[in-house]
């Protein structure tokens, strides 16, 4: 370097391979070279440096195919950073290992809290947009799906049948009296029929709810709850808020997204709504969305004058009926007997959810029922 200002550098003119050895140095605005039958002027922002790199050439172009190299890479760093010409400020942070960790920290927060609060908000408010002909076949089909390769005919005679469909529903209709659903309001278009079928099936005593509005009950959960009439309707009331908040179509457009984004990173679409039904096989509900159905179970209990206290029974008796597992809890992916994840059992029966349910009773207005046996 022969001076503060200049800079010993090679010029290729973009004609030839031969370099020649120039002085470079900046005046306002522009950057001026200087060698043996060259002069020449080039305003700052026409030129374009080269991304500093730890091992890299140093070089500018210009517009016309012109380059110049630094002889000594150092210097070259030198002279830029004197004149603030510099790396910017991005390129200087990629090359830091602690800005390079920092956002990559902050990306993987983002990341975490995109799918904990994002992606559940984005189902919630998508949820409402899409019709309910889409609801329909995506339940029809995952019905389909389940009856091949999981369920079979209910065992329970068509009398008994007959019997828990007419008490349920009655008890359905009492529970959403005056709601969206029963007033036939725009909103309640947008919202399924409630349909009960029965099933056997190798999930022991359960019910879940489709997005058409179909709940499935099982063989099992009829023989459990047979004397407590109460319970079987608290079940039911707990799925029926399932389907008015449309969850397992929530839960189904939150693994749509997280689908659609994996496969904008790795591009593969074919897969994302091909397999919906099998999506909503294997969805277990979150802990929120099964707080939103306990709260709606309730609301359903109240509207039928049942404490819902009573459903301490029902936890009781699953857990009695379950001693392989101590609890009623979510099917393990190993376990071929247990395949269907949306079911009311799709979490633990733990304190808190019982302590909610105990608290919701109320003292005037409902039925003493009897002690559970």
């Known amino acids: ?59 500018a172009h210009f517009a016309d195919g012109g380059t110049i190299q630094a002889v ?5 760093d030198s002279w830029l950073d004197h004149h603030d010409l510099g790396a910017p400020l991005s390129v200087r942070a990629h090359q830091s290992w602690r800005w390079t960790m920092l956002a990559t920290t902050v990306l993987l927060m983002v990341a975490v809290m995109g799918y904990w609060w994002g992606l559940p908000l984005a189902a919630r408010l998508l949820a409402p947009l899409v019709p309910q002909t ?21 065992q329970l005679p068509f009398q008994e049948q007959a019997h828990w469909r007419a008490l349920l529903s009655k008890a359905i209709a009492q529970g959403l009296e005056g709601t969206e659903i029963d007033t036939g309001t725009r909103a309640a ?36 709850l ?5 319970v079987l309707i608290g079940v039911v009331g707990h799925e029926t808020g399932h389907i008015t908040g449309r969850h397992g179509l929530r839960g189904l457009i939150q693994a749509g997204l997280l689908g659609a984004i994996g496969s904008l990173t790795f591009g593969d679409f074919s897969t994302v709504l091909a397999s919906a039904p099998i999506l909503m096989g294997q969805l277990a509900y979150s802990r ?5 159905a ?13 404490r819902p206290s009573v459903m301490g029974v029902f936890f009781q008796r699953v857990k009695d009926a379950s001693p392989r597992r101590g609890q009623a809890t979510a099917p393990q992916a190993d376990d071929a007997s247990q395949p269907i994840g949306i079911a009311f059992s799709s979490h633990p029966a733990d304190a808190e959810r019982l302590a909610h349910f105990q608290s919701a009773d109320l003292d005037g207005g409902l039925q003493e029922q009897p002690t559970p046996p």
């Open 294 to 306: 306990d709260d709606a179970a309730i609301t359903f209990m109240h509207r039928n004058h049942i």
């Open 189 to 224: 278009s947008r919202q399924p029929a409630i349909q009960l079928q029965f099933r056997q099936a190798h999930i022991g005593p359960n019910a879940f709810a489709l997005p058409d509005g179909n709940i499935v009950i099982t063989d099992d959960l009829i023989a459990l």
């Open 288 to 292: 929120d969305l099964e707080r939103e």
């Open 226 to 230: 047979h004397d407590r009439e109460d």
């Open 72 to 76: 000594n890479p150092a210097d070259w």
């Open 1 to 59: 370097m022969t001076s503060a200002r200049q800079l010993s550098v090679a010029y290729f003119d973009g004609l030839t391979a031969r370099a020649q050895p120039v002085l470079m140095w900046v005046e306002p605005g522009m950057l001026q070279l200087s060698g043996a039958g060259l002069i020449r002027q080039v305003p700052l922002n026409k030129v374009q440096w080269s991304e500093r790199t730890r091992h890299g050439a140093r070089m």
């Open 134 to 154: 889409v609801s329909q076949q995506i339940g029809k089909a995952t019905l389909q799906t389940m009856d091949e390769q999981w369920l079979k005919p209910s």
